[in-house]
């Protein structure tokens, strides 16, 4: 075989490999894994969203994948995931979170319908002990309390609408909200 020969050949095994091989964290297993519980939806695609929310999402996150957050969400030490998902035959979206074991084993805990928004919405993490609190605008009698975040939380971002973020509430044990822009 010539050397060129040989060059390219190597080329082509490492780049099989380096592609073939999931993520050490296992965040591409997981999230195979994930979609089989969905069958009819995928992972929200970039070109899914309008031409504003892409170029904002290209400038200002060229390198976050804007439908899905693996952090750890619950405070077990073991990573979860939110994910936006869109149906395949339908305009149907949602956003899911699940919390996964130390065998990563997930379970939905909760789901939010987005599809009206499918177009605009991103997500990404919120770092523990962030300070949240409910937007000033928003005119309730009953304003959440501020609350700093004991572990990573997710912000929804409904691109020139509003952001919420989503944050685990170990006293209830479940997910809770707090808009934080409209």
């Known amino acids: 075989m010539r050397p060129l020969c040989r060059c390219v050949v190597l080329l082509l095994a490492t780049l099989i490999t ?11 297993t997981g999230i195979a894994r994930i979609l089989t519980r969905f069958p009819e939806y995928h992972v929200l695609t970039l070109g899914e969203r309008n031409s504003d929310a892409r170029t904002f999402i290209r400038a200002h996150f060229p390198k976050h994948n804007p439908s ?6 619950d ?9 936006l998902l869109k149906a395949a035959k339908s305009a149907a979206a949602k956003l899911v979170f699940l919390l996964c074991s130390e065998k990563a084993e997930c379970e ?35 304003y959440p309390a501020p609350v700093k975040l004991r572990s990573t939380g997710i912000e929804v971002t409904y691109f020139g609408q509003a952001k919420v973020i989503y944050y685990w509430s170990r006293k209830d044990k479940k997910m809770e909200s707090i808009q934080t822009e409209d």
């Not at 380096?18 to 591409?28: I, K, L, M, N, T």
């Not at 899905?68 to 969400?73: E, K, W």
């Not at 405070?75 to 994910?83: C, K, L, M, N, Q």
């Open 18 to 28: 380096f592609v073939a091989v999931p993520r050490a964290d296992g965040q591409s």
């Open 68 to 73: 899905i957050v693996y952090a750890d969400f």
């Open 75 to 83: 405070g077990d030490g073991h990573p979860d995931y939110a994910i």
């Open 108 to 142: 939905k805990i909760y789901e939010v319908d987005v599809t009206s928004s499918a177009g605009e919405v991103f997500i990404r993490p919120v770092p523990t002990r962030s300070k949240i609190s409910q937007a000033d605008s928003i005119d309730t009698k009953d």
